[in-house]
């Protein structure tokens, strides 16, 4: 490969989860710049959502949150979230990445965290990160932990369809939003940014909202119209709101000729920009149509008067009884001074039908109908109407003619009845009333339908000038051209006449033209104003329209959206702007499908006026929604858009952090490589039908089973069914839910479910005593280090396995409970369980796959990221690696080794960049406390429910109080959370305190964190302590809340007591050895050498054994590692040797390495060497990479007969070809042999896929050959599962049995017989190999002779683990391999800083893993040996000179060598060297003189604490 | 009321402390009768602590140190081990019950162990009754 000759020392770590931030924390810990790219608003991935992890029972969150708090605090990582790479260029050690970030809507760096946005929010969506348990604001965090420790608003996948829907542009979600959580009067505002008419438009809006609301494909729209109507009432009962501030007043003055929707909405507008607006309207009563053709039933005057009222608020002027024209004409307002005037004067002339008797008497004109009936010169109407037109003004007509005394009334139109144009509630109501009225009446009979369709008024018939009948002709065809002119086929022979008194046309309406005609203005085809679509401008300068006159006869709120258009153009024209810029806004993406909706709730029904009461008079028919039904009625919108943008959050945040406006951005980021880290998603547990997921309530997933256990997930941690929220009983775990599963093309077994289930059935037991588990599975693959231990606890706990897969789920109606039915001892069984858990499998998420496209890093076979064999974090792509599940599915240490070898491998590539672009920390100087009295301030913490469920936090937080030298207490949710930190920080200057005592938990994890903390406060960091009141506390005695409280108040006085006494320390820089010193030849101490030393570090490799390699087979790759590691310049090869002494500390150790005298001696203690004078080698970090060793074993004829060989000896065979078998041979293979058993209680991992392989192998080479495989649980983890897929698929048979039932193995008497598949069996002339077994599905014997019996046995830790653990005083664990310093989070550490562990000496694995693991650990290593210097002091012990006799003490005492002679100022007296010394103390309490002190442990210290914690009595 | 000793625990950082976080971690459930004092070794141990403790009527005390052969700095624990001897054969001439101090040894990886630890002190503590120097108090 290409790589660039000055690379870039910055990484690109993609994907925030665990292993993310472990390759971050690595890199940016050894001198590169990292930029931790996640795609979610915060770090911690899925680990943050677990609740305990396997098998040490660590809460998840209180292990991550120190390493998230850990990425935020380091200088060197930059966390960029919601981003993903868009494009990657260049060449590995100098890549162009192209990076989108979506916009958070919130500033980080202005954002507190503080919440006040998430209380006021009005929107409940289902919450995620608890898998749709619980619900969650539009504004709000991830969760309690995250980070970064900021806000974030959703706003989902695209645009809300009913905010889009609206021509007028309101905001409808938002106001529905508003009225859910009860705040009418903010919902009123809202609308009224967009549509000065509430009331109006909350009964007459044809609303297209919702026609568009998602609901509507549920269980019905929401009511959108009636809230608005509601919140408008709402107001009315009360005081007016008063309207929008002005902010500019402007020196223009703009006159708008017309009062209806257009013309009012522009002046309302243009008045609320700060201009002086007139309206001029040629009726007595401003309102337009509104007022003059609605009737009163439908929208009362004094409705359209207070919307008008409003308008009139905000500062507009009406002027009535002006009409155009007559009263006023342009130039009259331009000398008046008007600067812009808009024409609004609507569409306002009532058309009439050129048919013959058109101008009979008793022929009327609708729309002067209804004006003469608002204005009251139309009081009565009697004998027969018959009304023309088929939309709302006609519906109107013929429902005022009902209510003025007509006797009957009929509505004829061309249209069908599904082409009315009316809307259908206005044509069902006016039927009703008919209908009603004649009942009423009983003038005419029958029932038929009085709105007659599809008739085409022929002509008026009279009588002495009078109107008497109108006749009809059946309509064939009817359109509108897009004009609007019709085009109409009659079908000749269906006259009919119809008699009538009076005939009114309400066929449409038409603008003035003549009128407009005479001003100038240029008009359209249709006779309206022909003005620029978008900017509403005329052909006369300064001269806009709107509404009606341009729209033709329209809808309000379409007539509202061009009054908004001509108030911007206004504006603009008057400031001399571009009209047109930016006003066609991109086109947003509109959610299609709606949300899942849990509880099917119908639409609300507006109540009415009953039909009789109603045709009596002219009052309103709807009555409007009350308060509960408003509530409820908003309460069912889904928030298709998640935020609604209603714009609480934005006054409630005090920091001014959010903004609505942002946008996502794209920016370039030069970087030498890239670590992929983007994790996974859970299997959708819905493709398997089967199951019920996502139908039956009591059915959850794995990750919704961890929320529901977790003590900060949507229960508090308690355990409870979904339907009924009652605690179960019996539950059950249903395993490979999405794993091993061919048939949804996932293969590959998912690895961490088997322990993830075990774990989550036994601590569900420890929520819920008494409760019942089973476990559903295949096998269970405990293959991991204490994995088999923690699952014989398990069952030994009485988690019940059931080896059984399972066929169906069936939900009870009644109880909610579920039934599973399976098959057990062969036969079928059915059980209920009151709550199912599937196992669901992992699987790259989409985010992941389109990265690694974007990338170039190809797949396998599983879909996961393909790597190289042995470089298990190397893709395709040069310089790009990957780590964690994104590779395969594993769990966590696997996770956070593979993110330290991918670290490493980075390293590697960027050796030559290390520390070009990296900065330091600086923190304030230290301020000087010495002479001031201790002020210390406690902080206790309740760790969500962790402590604050058992120990009465805010009883110790008064007890504090009362202790001496306490200046200030209180206790917070989370004393580590980013922004208590800044809170405490705050709270030491302003108490002025200079002590810092927090309790809650471990000081092993947190103290760095809370002294870091004090140091960026001035504060020395040995003057905080803490009291470790959760691991001590409320987990230990949670039965015993008041003991525990107790407890917990002694825990904080005795640090009080020790926290006074506390005193600033120095600490100083000493140099650090920058090379490694490896024991351990194979594999994993070759890997980490090559990687050290391709790092640029020296490396000596100790290695006892002759020749390097260790149980690597040989072949190319043990050929090419060896020669690597031997002709690398950096690496120092010391074979035949071993480590005799072990010197020195972190940074600086020194070794003797040396030739042993014999073999014997190499399993021996370290002691005498070969050669007088070993070598002594100075280095900074130890990496222990011992191995260890394959079990002989002892069983089965094992060595005492040459057709038993063990699985290794058989691979042998194959790959030389010595394999001699007979025609049609049997081959056996046991496993476990030598693993899970008392002896060795542990799982060598390797030997089922082992064993698989040779299966398969034997069959390639031998397919005549019956092979046959007895097992306990095949445990092919990962893409291993393939292989046993295809061993199956071969013909491989497998077998399973139960250690009490383990296989015979005997040489039988010579005989021939029939093998297991029919072939005739091996004609023996030696005694025949016999194996005898249970057939576990008949349970019956079965005897078998073979040709070859293969062991499959396990792995042993190295026979000098314990002389190395002595040596290097690191720990061993009860199987004898290394113990490491946390199993989930620091695999590769040992509490001992400065060593490593890698390999099998950690326990059994495979090459490749062994392999990968010594990179992990060369990558730990790095982070010490590639500094120059390290800090150093502190804790040490210090000598007063004043009592020191010189009697020699403590140098016999020290390990370390610490105390010197010190000659200076002529005094022989003991001085101890700091850099030695590790603060063990062993000095100070052996001095007979007390002439020692350990610092921060000294006497008065300890004393101190002692004597607090009895200072007052129970 | 009861008589409910009180018992100190004086902790090595690296063994006996872990193995109580473990404890904790893992949800073990143990008499609350113990207070933990975090020393960086079992080394460090004074025995002018368990006399001071006593003497301010402390009812018990556990010292723990990591297993004998482990301690991470060679042989503080053992160390600790001829203190507390010694500190006990004071006891018992003092006329106090030398059984009210006890030292243990136990990895980090023994979160069980600290449980039944604590559960034998204080079993053992209680029957014994208060330490009769509280009792002067």
């Known amino acids: ?1514 | 009321m009861s008589y409910e000793p009180k018992i100190l625990a004086l902790c090595c950082h690296y063994c006996a402390y872990t193995a109580a976080d473990l404890a904790g971690s893992m949800r073990l459930q143990y008499p609350p009768n113990v207070r933990v004092l975090r020393l960086p070794c079992t080394g460090k141990l004074d025995a002018a602590y368990l006399m001071k403790a006593f003497e301010h009527g402390v009812d018990g005390i556990i010292v723990a140190g990591c297993l004998e052969g482990g301690c991470h700095f060679q042989e503080g624990n053992l160390r600790a081990k001829n203190r507390t001897a010694l500190v006990r054969q004071v006891l018992a001439e003092a006329g106090l019950e030398p059984e009210r101090l006890e030292m243990f040894n136990l990895s980090s990886a023994e979160g069980q162990t600290f449980a039944n630890i604590v559960e034998l002190m204080t079993t053992r503590v209680r029957e014994l009754g208060p330490n009769p120097l509280r009792r002067g108090s």
Not at chain 1, 181 to 196: T, V
Not at chain 1, 1175 to 1184: H, P, R, Y
């Open chain 1, 1 to 1514: 490969m290409s790589i660039a000759k000055e690379p870039i020392g910055a990484v690109m770590v993609c994907g925030g989860g665990i292993a993310g931030i472990q390759s971050a924390l690595d890199l940016a810990n050894s001198g590169y710049k990292v930029y931790l790219v996640e795609k979610s608003p915060s770090i911690g991935g899925k680990m943050a959502q677990l609740d305990k992890t396997f098998p040490t029972g660590d809460c998840a969150t209180c292990i991550i949150s120190p390493k998230l708090v850990e990425c935020t605090r380091n200088l060197n990582i930059e966390i960029i979230t919601q981003s993903e790479i868009e494009t990657l260029t260049g060449e590995p050690g100098d890549f162009a990445v192209k990076l989108k970030q979506k916009a958070r809507f919130v500033d980080i760096s202005k954002c507190n965290a503080c919440g006040d946005c998430e209380k006021v929010c009005p929107v409940r969506v289902p919450n995620e990160f608890n898998r749709g348990l619980s619900s969650t604001t539009a504004v709000r965090k991830v969760y309690a932990q995250a980070t970064p420790n900021a806000y974030l608003v959703d706003k989902g996948k695209g645009k809300s369809p009913c905010k889009t829907a609206c021509p007028a542009g309101v905001n409808t979600h938002g106001y529905v939003a508003l009225i859910a959580k009860g705040k009418f009067d903010e919902a009123l505002a809202l609308i009224r940014q967009n549509n000065p008419f509430p009331a109006i438009c909350g009964r007459i809006c044809h609303h297209p909202c919702e026609d568009a609301c998602l609901r509507s494909q549920v269980d019905g729209a929401v009511a959108v119209c009636a809230l608005k109507r509601f919140v408008a009432d709402h107001e009315s009962q009360g005081e007016m709101a008063p309207p929008p501030e002005i902010k500019e007043k402007r020196p223009e003055k703009v006159a708008v000729i017309g009062a209806g929707p257009a013309g009012l909405t522009a002046a309302y507008d243009l008045a609320l920009m700060g201009y002086t607006t007139t309206v001029f309207e040629a009726s007595s009563t401003p309102g337009g149509m509104l007022s003059a053709a609605i009737p009163d039933y439908r929208l009362p005057g004094d409705v359209v008067a207070s919307d008008v009222d409003y308008i009139r608020s905000a500062g507009v002027e009406i002027v009535t009884d002006t009409r155009l024209g007559a009263d006023i004409n342009l130039d009259d307002l331009r000398q008046k001074g008007y600067d812009a005037v808009l024409l609004a004067v609507g569409a306002s002339r009532g058309r009439m039908l050129p048919i013959p008797g058109a101008d009979l008497t008793g022929v009327v004109n609708g729309l002067d109908f209804l004006r003469d009936v608002s204005t009251g010169k139309e009081t009565k109407v009697t004998g027969s109407v018959v009304v023309i037109g088929g939309g709302n003004v006609a519906m109107d007509v013929a429902r005022s003619a009902v209510r003025l005394g007509a006797k009957s009334v009929r509505v004829a139109c061309i249209e069908s009845r599904q082409e009315m144009p009316a809307s259908k509630e206005e044509v069902a109501a006016t039927e009703a009333e008919i209908l009603a009225t004649e009942a009423e009446m009983a003038s005419i009979a029958g029932k038929d339908t009085p709105v007659l369709c599809r008739r085409s008024p022929a002509r008026i018939i009279g009588e002495s000038g009078k109107v008497t009948g109108i006749e009809f002709i059946q309509v064939k065809h009817m359109k509108f051209d897009d004009e609007g002119r019709l085009s109409l086929e009659t079908e000749p022979g269906t006259e009919m006449v119809v008699p009538a008194d009076t005939v009114i046309m309400a066929i449409g309406q038409a603008t003035d033209a003549a009128l407009l005609e005479g001003m100038g203005l240029r008009l359209t085809g249709r006779r309206t104003v022909d003005s620029d679509s978008l900017t509403m401008e005329t052909n006369l300068p300064g001269v806009f329209a709107a509404g009606d006159l341009v729209l033709g006869p329209s809808l309000a709120v379409k007539a509202i959206a061009t009054g908004h258009e001509a108030a911007i153009s206004i504006d603009r024209f008057l400031r001399g702007e571009d009209l047109r810029e930016g006003r066609t806004p991109p086109e947003a993406e509109v959610v299609k499908t709606p949300r899942k909706v849990k509880d099917l709730q119908p639409r609300v029904s507006m109540p009415e006026i009953a039909v009789a009461e109603r045709i009596r008079g002219f009052g309103e028919v709807e009555l409007g929604l009350t308060e509960d039904m408003a509530i409820a009625e908003a309460e069912r919108c889904l928030h298709c858009e998640v935020c609604s943008e209603c714009g609480e959050c934005v006054k409630a945040c005090l920091a001014k952090a959010i903004d609505h406006d942002m946008t996502d951005t794209t920016r370039e980021i030069a970087v030498g490589a890239v670590v992929l880290a983007p994790g996974y998603e859970e299997f959708d547990a819905r493709l398997r039908g089967e199951f019920g997921f996502g139908r039956y309530a009591n059915v959850v997933t794995n990750v919704q089973f961890e929320r529901m256990l977790s003590a900060s997930g949507p229960f508090g941690g308690h355990l409870q069914r979904l339907s009924d929220g009652v605690e179960p009983k019996r539950i059950a775990f249903i395993q490979c839910v999405g794993s091993r599963d061919v048939a949804n093309k996932k293969p590959y077994c998912s690895s961490v479910c088997c322990m993830a289930a075990i774990k989550e059935a036994v601590v569900a037991e420890s929520h819920s005593p008494g409760l019942e588990t089973t476990i559903f599975y295949t096998d269970i693959r405990a293959f991991g280090k204490d994995f088999d231990r923690y699952y014989e606890r398990a069952k030994a706990n009485g988690v019940r396995f059931e080896r059984s897969m399972v066929s169906r789920v069936v939900e009870m109606p009644l109880t909610k409970n579920l039934r599973i039915s399976h098959v057990k001892d062969g036969k079928p069984v059915d059980e209920e369980f009151d709550l199912v858990i599937l196992s669901t499998g992992l699987r790259p998420s989409e985010e992941a796959l389109r990265t690694a496209s974007v990338v170039g890093a190809e797949l396998n076979e599983c879909g996961f990221c393909k790597t190289d064999e042995f470089a298990t974090v190397a893709t395709s792509r040069a310089g790009v690696f990957v780590a964690g599940a994104f590779q395969e599915p594993k769990d966590i240490p696997e996770t956070v080794t593979q993110a330290s070898a991918a670290a490493a491998m980075a390293m590697e590539l960027l050796a030559p960049a290390r520390g070009t672009m990296v900065s330091e920390k600086v923190y304030p100087p230290e301020l000087d406390f010495t002479d001031s009295p201790p002020r210390i301030g406690v902080f206790i913490c309740h760790c969500g429910t962790n402590i604050a469920s058992v120990v009465d936090v805010e009883r110790v937080v008064e007890a504090a109080k009362q202790m001496p030298y306490v200046a200030y207490a209180e206790n917070a949710i989370y004393v580590c959370a980013d922004n208590t930190q800044d809170h405490i920080k705050e709270l030491i200057k302003e108490h002025s305190l200079n002590r810092l005592l927090v309790a809650s938990c471990t000081p092993r994890t947190h103290e760095g964190l809370f002294r870091d903390t004090a140091r960026d406060c001035g504060l020395n960091p040995f003057l905080v302590d803490m009291a470790n009141i959760r691991d001590q506390c409320s987990w230990v005695h949670s039965d015993f809340p008041d003991a525990a409280t107790e407890k917990a108040i002694d825990l904080v006085r005795m640090a009080t007591g020790r926290s006074a006494r506390l005193g600033a320390l120095a600490t100083e820089e000493l140099p650090v050895v920058q090379s490694a010193l490896i024991i351990g030849g194979g594999p994993s101490g070759m890997t980490a050498a090559l990687s050290l030393a391709n790092q640029g570090f020296s490396v000596h490799l100790v290695e006892k054994s002759s020749e390097l390699g260790g149980r690597l087979a040989p072949g190319a790759l043990k050929d090419q590692l060896t020669s690597s590691v031997e002709n690398h310049p950096l690496i120092v090869t010391h074979l035949s040797s071993q480590v005799g002494a072990l010197k020195g500390h972190v940074g600086s150790f020194t070794a003797e390495v040396g030739a042993k005298h014999s073999q014997e001696e190499l399993t021996n203690a370290s002691g005498s060497f070969a050669n007088a004078s070993p070598l002594q080698i100075t280095f900074g970090a130890l990496i222990i990479a011992v191995g260890g060793r394959e079990h002989k074993p002892s069983e089965y004829l094992y060595g005492t007969d040459a057709r038993v060989v063990t699985q290794r000896e058989l691979e042998a065979k194959l790959a030389s070809g010595a394999l001699d078998l007979p025609e049609n041979a049997t081959v056996a293979m046991i496993q476990c042999v030598g693993s899970r058993n008392e002896e060795r209680p542990f799982c060598s991992r390797s030997c089922c896929t082992e064993a698989v392989k040779n299966a398969i192998r034997l069959k390639e080479l031998r397919p005549d050959a019956n092979v046959i495989v007895l097992y306990r649980d095949m445990r092919t983890y990962g893409a291993n599962e393939v292989y046993y897929q295809q061993a199956r698929e071969m013909g491989v048979l497998f077998v399973r049995y139960e250690p009490e039932n383990a296989p015979v193995v005997r040489v039988g008497a010579k005989h021939s017989q029939t093998s297991l598949t029919g072939s005739p069996g091996p004609i023996a002339n030696a005694s025949p190999l016999q194996i005898e077994f249970i057939e576990p599905e008949l349970g019956l014997p079965m005897s078998l002779d073979l040709d070859l019996l293969a062991l499959s046995t396990g792995t042993s830790p190295a026979v000098d683990n314990q002389t190395i653990s002595e040596l290097a005083k690191i720990a061993l664990n009860n199987d004898g391999f290394f113990l490491e310093a946390h199993m989930k989070l620091r695999p590769v550490d040992f509490a001992t800083e400065g060593i490593f562990l890698c390999g099998t000496a950690h326990s059994p694995k495979t090459t490749p893993e062994n392999m990968q693991q010594g990179r992990a650990a060369a990558g730990r290593a790095a982070t010490i040996i590639s500094k120059k210097t390290m800090i150093v002091g502190g804790q040490v012990s210090v000598v007063d000179e004043r009592k020191c006799v010189s009697c020699l003490t403590c140098m016999k005492v020290c390990p370390f060598g610490a105390p010197e002679i010190s000659t200076a100022n002529g005094k022989n007296r003991v001085e101890i060297q700091a850099a030695k010394c590790m603060g063990c103390g062993s000095c100070a309490s052996e001095c007979p003189a007390k002439a020692i002190q350990l610092q921060h442990f000294m006497d008065r210290q300890v004393e101190a604490a002692i004597e607090a914690l009895l200072t007052i009595q129970h």
